[in-house]
């Protein structure tokens, strides 16, 4: 009735709803009508190219979006491996081609410890591949790159601080 007083119509045969929560005791029938017509409650559908379950659980949409950026990283690898390229060049590639494949659509995402720590590993991984180990000349020996040098050499957000700032700008909105 009040979409109707400011000009709206809902169609109900063209709407669905789903109702997201992680509790069990969610799973009780809840109905929607619209002018006595039934709204159909969906399981899960695709928003902002994520596949949204009513549970909320995003590890197989994780695993689709960082294998997304896996098959990313390795069409650009070569020109990643470029040596003549500056680091702050092959980090704006990192940030514009890579990150925003895995980032696509993060802000319906609900992140559990497991599903950060899954990033930063990825993360990580792409740019210690990136920055490559260097050889220490006193002992001859390759230096791994650890965790501490790679934030020094990559000062910007990790990449659950940066899903997390794009939540809460779209839920401002």
Same mark, same amino acid.
């Given at each position: 009735? *009040?979409?109707? =007083?400011?000009?709206? =119509?809902?169609?109900?045969?063209?709407?669905?709803?789903?109702?997201?929560? %992680? +509790?069990?005791?969610?799973?009780?029938?809840?109905?929607?009508?619209? +002018?006595?017509?039934?709204? @159909?409650?969906?399981?899960?559908?695709?928003?902002?190219?994520?596949?949204?379950?009513?549970?909320?659980?995003?590890?197989?949409?994780?695993?689709?979006? !960082?294998?997304?950026?896996? *098959?990313?990283?390795?069409?650009?690898? $070569?020109?990643?491996?470029?040596?003549?390229?500056?680091?702050?060049?092959?980090?704006?590639?990192? %940030?514009?081609?890579?990150?925003?494949?895995?980032?696509?659509?993060?802000?319906?995402?609900?992140?559990?410890?497991? @599903? @950060?720590?899954?990033?930063?590993?990825?993360?990580?991984?792409?740019?210690? &591949?990136?920055?490559?180990?260097?050889? +220490?000349?006193?002992?001859?020996?390759?230096?791994?790159?650890?965790?501490?040098? !790679?934030? +020094?050499? $990559?000062?910007?957000?990790?990449?659950?601080?940066?899903?997390?700032? &794009?939540?809460?700008?779209? @839920?401002?909105?």
């Amino acid at each position: 009735m *009040a979409s109707k =007083e400011i000009g709206l =119509e809902v169609i109900a045969d063209k709407n669905k709803y789903m109702v997201m929560c %992680r +509790d069990q005791n969610s799973r009780q029938n809840h109905s929607t009508k619209v +002018d006595n017509i039934s709204v @159909e409650r969906m399981e899960e559908f695709k928003y902002l190219g994520t596949n949204l379950t009513n549970q909320n659980f995003i590890q197989k949409e994780n695993k689709r979006r !960082l294998k997304s950026g896996k *098959a990313c990283y390795f069409s650009v690898q $070569y020109a990643l491996s470029f040596s003549l390229l500056f680091k702050n060049l092959k980090i704006k590639i990192y %940030r514009t081609i890579i990150l925003s494949v895995v980032l696509y659509g993060c802000e319906t995402w609900s992140l559990t410890l497991r @599903e @950060e720590r899954t990033l930063r590993v990825f993360q990580n991984r792409v740019l210690r &591949r990136r920055f490559r180990p260097k050889m +220490d000349e006193i002992r001859g020996e390759w230096r791994k790159l650890h965790n501490e040098k !790679l934030n +020094d050499m $990559y000062p910007s957000s990790s990449i659950a601080w940066v899903i997390k700032s &794009r939540r809460m700008r779209w @839920e401002v909105m």
